[in-house]
C-alpha cells in the first residue's frame, strides 16, 4: 500500500512518548486552522477547557476512556489507534512489567504496520505507475514469470519491462525475493517524503487521475465505484473536510493492511480540489451571483 501525502507531523508510529505526539499534533492543527486547547478538549469529550494542556504538561494522565477519545480526536484508526493506546499505557504504567507489556505491544504493532518514509533515490519508485502496482501485485501471484505479470497487467507493459521493474523494486528494497519467481514486501505501507512531493509523486498523481478517467469506460459499475459532489464551501469547511478525508484514507489502508494477500490491485483516488476563483466577500457582479456560497 503506498501512500502519496504531503505530512508536516510525524507518524505516532515514531513516538515513544503519548505527551510529545498531543503536543506535536495541537502544535500542527494550530498551525495549520484556528485551534485552542478548549477545542481540543471539546472534540475529546473533555468539560474542563485546559485539561488536555494540563495532560501534556505532564501533570495529569488519560484514563482508558480518555485514551480513546483522544485518539478519536486526533484521527487514528486502526494501528494508529491501537498504538496510541499502548503508548499512554507505557507512558503511565507504574510497575516494570505493566511498561514491558505495553512497550512490546507497541514493537508488535509497529513490526505488523510498517510505513516507510521514501526519500533519496528510492523515490524513483514514483516515476512510472508499473512500481506501484507490480510491488501489489508480484507477492499475490507467487511464482508468476514475468510474463504472467504482464499479462495480468493487460499487457500495458512487456515481459522485459516487468523484468526491470523487479530487479528495481529488490534492489531499492521494495520487495524481498524469497524463492524463485516468489516475492514479498519489505514494508507494509509507503509514504513518500515532503521533498518528493512537487516532482514525483505530483507526476503520479497526473498518472492516477487519467487511469481513473479510462476505469469508468474500461470496468463495468461491479467492479468500480466513483461518486462525487459539488460543493460550496469556505476555507474552515475545507480544513474539516481534508481531516475527514485524511482519517477515511487510514481506515483504507488499515483494511488494506491487516491481512496480507488479495486478488487484485485497485487504485484508491481522494481528491478535492477548486471549480471556480474565490469569491471575497462584499464583491459583486455577474460572477459573484453565479458562484454564491450557499
Known sequence: MEVYILDVIKS?????????????????????????????????????????????????????????????????????YDYFQQLVRFGQAKKDAEKEDAYAEMINIVSSHQVRVLEGESISFYESWKYPVLRELVPMMPGAKPSDLSKACRGVFSAEE??????????????????????????RSLQASVAAMPTQVRAMHKEMANFAKDAIEKYPVSERNFSGATIGIDEEDYAKIVEELDACRKRIISIATA??????VYRVNLQLFPLTEKILKGESGSANKGCKKR
Open 259 to 264: 491481512k496480507k494477500g488479495g486478488n487484485r
Open 162 to 187: 516487468v523484468r526491470n521493474a523487479l530487479a528495481f523494486l529488490t534492489r531499492a528494497r521494495f520487495l524481498r525475493k524469497t524463492a524463485s519467481d516468489v516475492y514479498e514486501q519489505e514494508d
Open 12 to 80: 505516532v508510529f515514531e513516538y515513544d512518548d503519548y505527551r510529545s505526539f498531543m503536543s506535536d499534533y495541537y502544535q500542527w492543527k494550530k498551525r495549520t486552522s484556528a485551534f485552542s486547547w478548549r477545542e481540543f478538549a471539546k472534540v475529546s469529550g473533555f468539560s474542563s477547557p485546559n485539561y488536555l494542556k494540563v495532560v501534556c504538561d505532564g501533570k495529569s494522565g488519560l484514563s482508558n476512556p480518555g485514551t480513546k477519545r483522544v485518539a478519536k480526536a486526533m484521527g487514528l484508526v486502526g494501528a494508529e
